[in-house]
């Protein structure tokens, strides 16, 4: 009788990008264990898991945290899929379609005193159980660091791995 093995599956469990994401958002690995409810030699091994599966080191250890390295900023646009992906499939699965949680909104003053109010007023009465965090700055904020979820602003961004569309408002 011959045993007949089956290639193992190289491919990294789901879970661990989740934690990849977490590390990136919080900064830390106890900040990521917080956010999963997770300790911190979990979310520790989780990321070695992931380094050693993706041939790549993605977090150089420092005294302010865990800092992304560039193969981390390389993947990172796919890891936000993966997660707005996930985020997906559980809305769909639900019973309900409700549209909830919480949206960081950064744009001009400008834009969000004269032109945000009726358009973010029309989409809070579709849509009640969503939140609106509305950051009123010239500063152009970080949207790789999770400083806001959307950024209207009225330069280049810089920022490739984003979405961007450019609005003429009359």
């Known amino acids: 009788m011959v045993a007949i093995r089956k290639p193992m599956n190289s491919d990294p469990d ?4 989740r934690t990849f994401a977490a590390v990136l958002d919080s900064g830390s690995l106890s900040g990521a264990g917080r956010l999963l409810g997770m300790t911190q030699p979990s979310v520790s091994r989780h990321i070695d898991l992931l380094e050693a599966a993706l041939g790549s080191k993605l977090f150089l250890r420092t005294h302010r945290g865990m800092s992304p390295t560039e193969a981390a900023e390389r993947i990172r646009p796919h890891v936000d899929i993966l997660t707005a992906s996930s985020a997906a499939i559980k809305r769909a699965a639900s019973r309900t379609s409700e549209v909830a949680g919480t949206v960081r909104i950064s744009a001009t003053e400008v834009v969000g005193t004269e032109y945000l109010p009726p358009i973010l007023a029309t989409i809070r009465r579709a849509h009640p159980a969503l939140e609106i965090d509305l950051s009123l700055s010239n500063f152009v904020e970080d949207l790789l660091q999770r400083q806001a979820d959307i950024a209207i ?18």
């Open 14 to 17: 789901w879970t661990l990008y």
């Open 153 to 170: 602003r009225m330069t280049e961004p810089k920022q490739l791995s984003r979405f961007c569309r450019k609005y003429f408002w009359e």
